[in-house]
């Protein structure tokens, strides 16, 4: 297993490097000093880029000011490190003036299918009141059907005790603000940490990182499922962690392709894939077996959790783009099919954004879910 992250890291810097470089040339063709490639040059210190990390012992991030509650053992001894986050509550994650990158979150809770879909993460760039991240904390964090099964890829890695991670960088010019708000009926606890760079250069139309929820349960025949809706203006999709409960046993879900209609795209898209599994760089059928840009990390009592992140095989759109995946069986030879489909899907586009679509309420997020 060591080996294999110590390979999944080497991977992963070289694909992210050629995003930096490209993002530095860039800079330097609009006028603006670039900073180093902080992932592939390590060693390069003069980046003019401020490191700063917020959690509950440090909730503004601030110089100097961590730690500073008190426990039994006195102060700066483990004061603050989790709350209770009770049912009904939100608490703001943080706060952030920028320019800056969020660079990693991490989070772990209460491991239950129930609150996993219960909490709901938001993110609202600069001035924007609607959120451009909205999620249940455990499909964002990389998991479909709250079932914690641990596993790593480029975008997230996942602890068999729910030690939740993801890695995408999320830029900001102003301001960046994040909620977590627990719609569940049980006070859960909540432990978090937000790592980010401050100082960055971006310009004002950078990509900011948005994410979408959406579940159908069921699907609708010949309807293509939406993994992401129309996006006007330009952007960049960085693929989906996808869920499915099979609503047939023994017959195959999976043959549906995935349509991606972009700059003009009416009845026809123009990437257009092969099956679902193929979409997520399997075949013939599906296995339990997760990679850093793709794979299944959940194949059981048939439910499935898939995903695919498209790194270093960008999919850019300039002026509109939304993306289907169709639902279609095997039975017999192929067939229409309806099934339990969600997913979060994330994607990079300038702000003011159109406001997301409407999230399935909690009942909705929580039904028919994995149980042991």
């Known amino acids: 297993?060591?080996?294999?992250?110590?390979?999944?890291?080497?991977?992963?810097?070289?694909?992210?490097?050629?995003?930096?470089?490209?993002?530095?040339?860039?800079?330097?063709?609009?006028?603006?000093?670039?900073?180093?490639n902080i992932v592939t040059e390590p060693y390069i210190l003069d980046t003019g880029l401020t490191s700063r990390s917020i959690c509950f012992e440090n909730p503004t991030g601030a110089p100097g000011q961590g730690g500073t509650d008190a426990s039994k053992l006195g102060v700066a001894r483990k004061g603050k490190p989790a709350i209770t986050l009770k049912a009904g509550q939100s608490v703001q994650l943080c706060d952030i003036e920028g320019p800056g990158t969020i660079r990693h979150i991490w989070m772990t809770t209460a491991k239950t299918p129930e609150n996993l879909r219960s909490l709901v993460i938001r993110a609202y760039w600069e001035a924007q009141e609607h959120p451009s991240i909205e999620s249940p904390i455990g499909d964002f964090m990389g998991f479909a059907h709250g079932k914690v099964q641990h596993y790593d890829s480029a975008v997230h890695s996942l602890g068999m005790n729910a030690g939740m991670n993801i890695w995408l960088p999320m830029a900001f010019t102003q301001r960046a603000r994040m909620t977590l708000t627990n719609d569940g009926t049980k006070d859960v606890p909540l432990f978090y940490q937000i790592d980010y760079t401050l100082g960055e250069d971006h310009p004002a139309d950078v990509g900011r990182l948005h994410c979408v929820f959406r579940r159908e349960n069921p699907t609708t025949e010949k309807e293509d499922f939406v993994l992401m809706p129309q996006r006007m203006g330009k952007g960049r999709f960085m693929g989906a962690l996808i869920g499915i409960r099979n609503l047939h046993p023994g017959q195959w879900w999976g043959e549906g392709e995935i349509k991606v209609y972009m700059d003009g795209d009416t009845e026809f898209p123009t990437i257009c894939g092969t099956g679902s599994e193929d979409y997520v760089g399997l075949s013939y059928g599906m296995q339990q077996t997760p990679f850093l840009y793709n794979g299944c990390n959940l194949n059981q009592k048939d439910f499935v959790s898939m995903y695919r992140w498209h790194i270093p095989d960008p999919i850019y759109w300039e002026k509109e783009c939304r993306i289907t995946m169709q639902q279609i069986a095997w039975k017999d030879g192929l067939a229409e099919t309806s099934d339990d489909w969600s997913t979060a899907t994330f994607w990079y586009e300038p702000v003011p954004s159109e406001p997301l679509p409407d999230m399935p309420d909690v009942a909705?997020?929580?039904?028919?879910?994995?149980?042991?």
């Open 1 to 36: 297993m060591f080996v294999r992250c110590k390979v999944v890291q080497v991977l992963w810097l070289a694909a992210f490097a050629a995003v930096l470089v490209a993002g530095c040339e860039e800079s330097t063709k609009k006028g603006r000093v670039p900073y180093s």
């Open 364 to 372: 909705a997020r929580t039904a028919d879910i994995w149980s042991e």
